[in-house]
């Protein structure tokens, strides 16, 4: 059985003064304040990480402009990528088009493609 699976059948909950609204017990909210805490922590690790990472990136771009090639070791490679522009659609306004026209909907209704997005855990 999952750890998540365990740790949802180990909460108990417990009713506010008859409101018939359930707050969970003080010992949830003690674990729940610990891990938004741990993972408060990481996030900032991370950023931290990130920052350096960007400056490091920064002067590789230097160095790498000044060997005029990419630079390759047993583990993979480093190498500069030009700037370039990336095209969308403007989604909302395709969606605008095929509600307003059976023409253009008949057209672009093959080209619709919908993608399932897990839900998650945010934590800011």
Same mark, same amino acid.
């Given at each position: 059985?999952?750890?998540?699976?365990?740790?949802?059948? #180990?909460?108990?909950?417990?009713?506010?003064?008859?409101?018939?609204?359930?707050?969970?017990?003080?010992?949830?909210?003690?674990? %729940? *304040?610990?891990?938004?805490? *741990? %993972? &408060?922590?990481?996030?900032?690790?991370? *950023?931290?990480? *990130?920052?350096?990472? #960007?400056?490091?990136?920064? %002067?590789?771009?230097?160095?790498?402009?000044?060997?005029?090639?990419?630079? #390759? @070791?047993?583990?993979? =490679?480093?190498?500069?990528?030009? @700037?370039? #522009?990336?095209?969308? =659609? @403007?989604?909302?306004?395709? @969606?605008?088009? &095929?509600?307003?026209?059976?023409?253009?909907?008949?057209?672009?209704?093959?080209? =619709?493609?919908?993608?399932?997005?897990?839900?998650?855990?945010?934590?800011?």
């Amino acid at each position: 059985m999952a750890a998540s699976q365990n740790a949802q059948k #180990t909460l108990r909950f417990e009713r506010n003064n008859g409101s018939g609204a359930v707050f969970p017990n003080s010992a949830v909210n003690g674990q %729940i *304040e610990a891990l938004v805490g *741990e %993972i &408060r922590a990481t996030q900032a690790q991370m *950023e931290a990480l *990130e920052a350096s990472v #960007t400056a490091k990136k920064a %002067i590789l771009r230097v160095l790498l402009a000044a060997l005029g090639e990419q630079w #390759t @070791d047993g583990e993979g =490679y480093a190498r500069l990528v030009a @700037d370039y #522009t990336r095209g969308a =659609y @403007d989604v909302r306004a395709l @969606d605008q088009l &095929r509600l307003n026209s059976a023409w253009w909907d008949a057209r672009l209704r093959r080209h =619709y493609r919908q993608f399932a997005v897990r839900g998650s855990v945010v934590v800011r």
